[in-house]
């Protein structure tokens, strides 16, 4: 499976913000962005081009693509499926990409980033109603309950204590048995996502 390699904060630094890839790094002051506030590469610090109305449709939508962690492919495919469903597509794309079974492991604070949140659930550190799951991009769905696997409840345990991250309300956290209950649909106002999410439909839609 094809997957990014290279420096992800250069991703970060690539937009001019931090997209927190690499988990409680970022909050330091060892964050790549908080010391080099300029893109990579060697015409990193020239001048800033202006970009088109092309060009601020496809930022919008890489940053997105690089906040989950998906490859294009992924990214796009998920566009698809929200375009179909009833509402308002980009915030039922974003619903979607939060739904992720990864996402929801990091959002609870298994693992300190979307890509640990990954390998987590690759696995075998979640179950999905009882039964043992390996697959990132399962969508849960509300009334699903995700849990913890037994070996891996030490580093969950561990993971959840040294972070300082709140679970959104529309995951019903148990803190002692380490497993949540979706109770409902992620609200755009609670997704602490920096993009604007019409820019991705328009991009798609040109």
Same mark, same amino acid.
């Given at each position: 499976?094809?997957?990014?390699?290279?420096?992800? @904060?250069?991703? @970060?630094?690539?937009?001019?913000?931090?997209?927190?890839?690499?988990?409680?790094? @970022?909050?330091?002051?060892?964050?790549?962005?908080?010391?080099?506030?300029?893109?990579?590469?060697?015409?990193?610090?020239?001048?800033?081009?202006?970009?088109?109305? +092309?060009?601020?449709?496809?930022?919008?939508?890489?940053?997105?693509?690089?906040?989950?962690?998906?490859?294009?492919?992924?990214?796009?495919?998920? /566009?698809?499926?929200?375009?179909?469903?009833?509402?308002?597509?980009?915030?039922?794309?974003?619903?979607m990409l939060e739904k992720r079974l990864?996402?929801?492991?990091?959002?609870?604070? /298994?693992?300190?980033?979307?890509?640990?949140?990954?390998?987590?659930?690759?696995?075998?550190?979640?179950?999905?109603?009882?039964?043992?799951?390996?697959?990132?991009?399962?969508?849960?769905?509300?009334?699903?309950?995700?849990?913890?696997?037994?070996? /891996?409840?030490?580093?969950?345990?561990?993971?959840?204590?040294?972070?300082?991250?709140?679970?959104?309300?529309?995951?019903?956290?148990?803190?002692?048995?380490?497993?949540?209950?979706?109770?409902?649909?992620?609200?755009?106002?609670?997704?602490?996502?920096?993009?604007?999410?019409?820019?991705?439909?328009? /991009? +798609?839609?040109?």
């Amino acid at each position: 499976m094809a997957r990014y390699t290279d420096a992800v @904060c250069k991703q @970060c630094r690539s937009v001019g913000i931090k997209l927190f890839l690499k988990g409680e790094k @970022c909050n330091t002051g060892k964050c790549p962005v908080s010391r080099r506030a300029y893109k990579p590469g060697m015409h990193g610090q020239g001048k800033r081009v202006r970009l088109t109305d +092309y060009g601020v449709r496809l930022a919008e939508k890489q940053k997105a693509r690089r906040i989950y962690g998906l490859l294009e492919k992924q990214f796009h495919n998920t /566009f698809v499926k929200a375009s179909k469903k009833t509402g308002v597509t980009g915030e039922v794309f974003l619903q979607m990409l939060e739904k992720r079974l990864d996402n929801v492991a990091y959002r609870l604070g /298994f693992a300190q980033s979307r890509a640990a949140a990954r390998q987590f659930v690759l696995h075998g550190g979640l179950t999905l109603n009882g039964k043992s799951v390996n697959i990132p991009s399962m969508q849960v769905k509300i009334g699903d309950k995700v849990a913890v696997s037994a070996a /891996f409840k030490t580093q969950a345990e561990g993971n959840v204590s040294s972070m300082n991250r709140a679970v959104p309300s529309w995951l019903a956290f148990d803190s002692g048995n380490f497993s949540a209950t979706i109770n409902s649909e992620p609200s755009r106002s609670e997704l602490d996502i920096p993009v604007q999410e019409n820019l991705i439909v328009e /991009f +798609y839609s040109r």
